[in-house]
Nanobody
Framework: QVQLVESGGGLVQPGGSLRLSCAAS????????MGWFRQAPGKQRELVAT???????NTAQIVRGRFTISRDNAKNTVYLQMNGLNPEDTVVYFC?????????WGQGTQVTVSS
């Protein structure tokens, strides 16, 4: 089992940047895959980006070139650097950890892009 705590969301102007953080309660270098998903009201949760324990990265095409996932094993934290934000990025972002024993989610952090 693992607990995930997201932070870094907030209000930003169009074209701005934010960095989301996801702190895990256990060593992330033994977690198969960690990632970021997002969900708008009334819509399905969608993939943003994932990173495996071996460092392989998958980024959704809709954010490719603007968003970058990374991790700091020493801090047991995964990050999502978001640049070039636009109003369509206004949703709740969730951290995810996929372990052999299950699939775990954080509580979510709201990102609002507005002038």
């Amino acid at each position: 089992q693992v607990q995930l705590v997201e932070s870094g969301g907030g209000l930003v102007q169009p074209g701005g940047s934010l960095r989301l953080s996801c702190a895990a309660s256990k060593k992330i270098n033994i977690i198969n895959t960690m990632g970021w998903f997002r969900q708008a009201p009334g819509k399905q949760r969608e993939l943003v980006a994932t990173i495996t324990r071996f460092g392989a990265i998958n980024t959704a095409q809709i954010v490719r070139g603007r968003f970058t996932i990374s991790r700091d094993n020493a801090k047991n934290t995964v990050y999502l650097q978001m640049n070039g934000l636009n109003p369509e990025d206004t949703v709740v972002y969730f951290c995810n950890a996929l372990l052999d024993g299950g699939n775990y989610w954080g509580q979510g952090t709201q990102v609002t892009v507005s002038s």
